[in-house]
Structure formats: C-alpha cells, structure tokens
C-alpha cells in the first residue's frame, strides 16, 4: 500500500481507484443509508464510474454497483490501496 495516499474522502477517488472504509463521518439518515447499502468499515470499495461534474459517482461494493451523489460519498473515508 502506498502509504503516502493514506485515508482520503470517498468523493476524492478518480476512476478505477480502490480502497477500504476506514470510517464514516455525519449523523442520522446518512449514515443509516450508507450502511445500509454495504459501506461498512472494512468493506473495499472501486470508483467504476464519474460524471463530467463527479456527480453522481458509481461504486462497487460487495460485487453491487451503486450510485452516490457527491454529498454522499463526502461521509465515507477510505484508506487507498494499489
């Protein structure tokens, strides 16, 4: 791992990026959703796809693909990994 990418925010990661969830910052319904769509601490995570604008971003988690806006994917903090 390339510890100099180290943890970053989830909306940040360009296309093809991997990484594993180290954390999940906000309160409320947010979260609740987040989780609840598999982005648990410890999950991988691959950027499948951006928009132009980087809104909405497409995820892969747990072979499921997913589709986040940008203010969602600001809560999720992964650490990058090669």
């Known amino acids: 791992m390339d510890k100099e990418q ?47 604008l980087g809104d909405p971003i497409e995820v892969e988690v747990k072979g499921y693909r997913l589709s986040l806006r940008k203010d969602e994917a600001d809560h999720v903090f992964v650490e990058v990994v090669d």
């Open 6 to 52: 180290g943890i970053k925010r989830l909306s940040t990661l360009n296309v093809g990026d991997r990484g594993i969830v180290a954390n999940l910052v906000g309160k409320g319904a947010i979260i609740k959703r987040l989780v609840e769509m598999g982005l648990v601490r410890g999950e991988e995570v691959k950027v499948r796809d951006k928009s132009p």
